[in-house]
């Protein structure tokens, strides 16, 4: 993955049969336990991790060890809530686990949505997010959802901080088509969607007039609304900036990032990247966010015209290009650097 400058959703799986038979719980324990340290050591190219492990596709629905069927047992949900919870010890706290159905986290940790208060809090409630791998295909998506009147509202309200998305896997509709579609996509902040299945839903929405949007909008999508930048500055002196970012996707990065502005000398191409606060996991769907700060410059910072340009690198892959994250506009993207040109310059004397 890392070498094709991609990231995985990832799901282990020990059956694809519908007999449900999967491995024990000791036996799964003990694989995680041999996963751990490739797990913990491929972290930064896992962008989720999905519970799996349990029942025919990972799916928790047919299982022989941990209550078939819907039949479930108080043991069965402390032995389902045992591996859920090794997950989670074993991936760094920063990395988030996906649930098959919101039933299962409102069973094993609470029935109330994650309060923003706690959000990126590294709780397990902040960590486990949702997997909906029947997208409107019926009007419970198979099994998805149990009572629609409290699971829409707890996935509308958590989904913004924990992330969502899954696939299709039947036409059904009118609720497949593309008004229901949006609606959802929209109100329970998806993240993203498998785009080989089903394939008879996604040629509904290309030809319903909805598929670019949903391309467009999937996860975050950062636009630079403005910029205030001062003309000149000093070294070691103070270099106020004042940025707007318009989120128009659905959801926003899970992940950290982090944000710089950057300052490179239009003589010699020497950066110099400094820090700002703003975290853009905080930038929330439909909002604007303005990053108003005051940066100081380097003392030793050399006389000349700077380029201004923002960066939001992943943090652990903080030297590759292709993963940091491209604004919206046009003409400001240096896929070579992986930076965002704010289309400034800055006289240093």
């Not at 006389?303 to 046009?330: K, Q, V």
Request: aromatic letters at 10%; a negative charge.
């Amino acid at each position: 993955m890392r070498g094709a400058g991609l990231e995985t959703v990832l799901r282990f799986a020990c059956t694809t049969s519908a007999d449900g038979d999967d491995a024990p719980k000791g036996r799964g324990l003990a694989r995680l336990d041999q996963l751990a340290p490739v797990l913990r050591d491929t972290s930064d190219v896992i962008e989720f991790m999905q519970a799996g492990f349990i029942g025919a596709w990972g799916e928790w629905y047919y299982t022989q060890n941990f209550g078939n069927a819907g039949s479930v047992s108080e043991a069965d949900w402390a032995n389902r809530k045992e591996v859920v919870d090794k997950i989670l010890s074993i991936l760094p706290k920063d990395r988030t686990v996906q649930l098959r159905t919101p039933k299962f986290k409102r069973t094993l940790y609470s029935p109330d949505p994650l309060p923003p208060s706690q959000a990126y809090g590294g709780s397990a409630r902040a960590r486990l997010g949702h997997h909906n791998d029947c997208f409107l295909a019926s009007p419970d998506d198979f099994g998805t959802y149990e009572d629609t009147a409290v699971e829409y509202p707890y996935l509308s309200s958590g989904t913004r901080y924990v992330p969502m998305g899954g696939e299709t896997c039947g036409q059904n509709p009118p609720r497949s088509s593309c008004p229901t579609a949006l609606e959802e996509l929209s109100g329970f902040h998806w993240s993203y969607l498998n785009a080989d299945y089903h394939t008879g839903v996604l040629a509904d929405w290309k030809s319903g007039g909805c598929w670019d949007e949903i391309t467009r909008r999937l996860g975050y999508r950062f636009a630079l609304e403005k910029g205030s930048y001062p003309d000149t500055a000093t070294p070691g002196g103070p270099l106020p900036v004042k940025i707007s970012v318009r989120n128009d996707g659905w959801a926003s990065p899970v992940s950290p990032r982090d944000v710089e502005l950057v300052l490179r000398d239009d003589a010699t191409g020497k950066t110099h990247r400094l820090a700002l606060d703003s975290r853009p996991r905080t930038w929330e769907p439909g909002a604007t966010t303005t990053l108003d700060e005051t940066v100081k410059l380097p003392a030793d910072l050399a006389r000349g015209t700077y380029s201004l340009l923002l960066n939001l690198p992943d943090p652990r892959l903080r030297d590759r290009a292709d993963y940091a994250i491209r604004l919206a506009d046009e003409d400001t993207w240096e896929a070579s650097s992986g930076m965002n040109d704010l289309l400034h310059k800055v006289a240093v004397n």
